[in-house]
């Protein structure tokens, strides 16, 4: 319950907040850098460290499957597309290499 | 185009999106199962906070025994990024009304976020898209939670079907279509160092605000230099 309450306080918060301030035109483009920002944020160390410690190695799958989704990903722009290749990379190395 | 229009085009949006959150709510019944709660409970999380990533910190603090206060304080580290995110969706939504800022906010998730976003930046910022998209979204959370948690008792570990790897590949096929000029090249390498700083030197999950706060500072001043 007080992780809900939590969370729609952070969603909501800012908005209303924002409600009596004009944004100009110059700020919005500023602020479309935060997902930009929040989502290297969150891939890069699920990817670097998936168990919470650095793991820059070949022996990492997360970072192999990683490069390979981020390709995917470029190419195509499709989500079915690159969350299946991202998948069957990581099963992949587990089983063929024993990851 | 009429609200009804808006609104299934919204809906619609959400269905490429929609292995990747199916996977996503899956892992989080499969996990929330082995940590033991029930059914109801995992799919009650699901309908209140839906948030994923903070559902996910949870489920894997319950399971090591976290005092609830320090649950709570994570979370909030972690959805400290909805705060941005509602910042930047508030230029829009504070012409709507209170009650909408409220039904909106409550919805609000990343993925959501990013198909508005995106879609608003090219199209007329229409609040009946936004709810098609949530709306989407959201019942499609708590569909899959309520499956994820019925798998559980037969799948036995998510790392055995590589589930484990949906989430990071969902954000990165978020993320790369975001990536249309050099200065968000730029953003992306800066904020990626901040994080892996933030990683080694501070507390918990304290590099998330950090290095996304750091990150967007960065460009903004790109912003602000190429104007000069």
């Not at chain 1, 939590?6 to 850098?33: C, D, G, H």
């Not at chain 2, 292995?19 to 709510?25: D, H, K, T, V, Y």
């Not at chain 2, 082995?34 to 209140?48: D, G, V």
């Not at chain 2, 290095?211 to 960065?218: D, K």
Request: hydrophobic content about 55%.
């Amino acid at each position: 319950m007080g992780i809900a309450a939590l969370t729609f306080f952070t969603k909501f918060a800012f908005a209303v907040i924002l409600k009596k301030v004009k944004i100009s035109e110059n700020w919005n483009k500023r602020l479309a850098y935060i997902p930009t920002a929040v989502f290297t944020t969150i891939i890069v160390p699920s990817l670097l460290a998936p168990n919470e410690v650095l793991e820059l190695s070949v022996r990492n799958e997360y970072l192999i499957a990683g490069i390979a989704a981020f390709l995917v990903a470029y190419k195509t722009k499709n989500l079915a597309g690159t969350v299946i290749i991202g998948i069957s990379t990581v099963l992949l190395l587990r089983i063929l290499l024993g990851f | 185009m009429s609200k009804t229009d808006k609104f299934l085009e919204g809906f619609k949006a959400t269905v490429p999106l929609s292995l990747g959150i199916a996977s996503f709510a899956i892992a989080y019944g499969l996990l929330a199962r082995k940590a033991s709660l029930s059914i109801f409970t995992l799919t009650l999380m699901s309908l209140l906070v839906f948030a994923g990533t903070a559902q996910f910190l949870t489920i894997s603090m319950l399971m090591t025994g976290t005092p609830f206060i320090i649950i709570l304080f994570t979370t909030f580290i972690v959805n400290s990024r909805y705060f941005l995110m509602g910042a930047s969706l508030g230029s829009y939504s504070r012409k709507w009304g209170t009650r909408w800022q409220i039904l909106l906010s409550f919805l609000l998730c990343d993925e959501s976020y990013a198909l508005t976003i995106a879609y608003f930046a090219k199209n007329d910022p229409n609040r009946y898209y936004q709810l098609g998209v949530s709306l989407g979204l959201y019942i499609e959370w708590a569909i899959f939670s309520v499956i994820g948690g019925f798998m559980g008792s037969f799948l036995g570990d998510p790392q055995t079907w590589g589930l484990d790897f949906a989430l990071p590949a969902t954000f990165i096929v978020l993320l790369v279509p975001m990536i249309t000029t050099w200065k968000h090249v730029l953003v992306c390498l800066t904020t990626a160092v901040f994080a892996v700083i933030g990683l080694l030197f501070l507390p918990t999950k304290w590099y998330i605000p950090f290095a996304a706060v750091l990150g967007t500072v960065v460009g903004g001043v790109l912003e602000f230099w190429k104007r000069k």
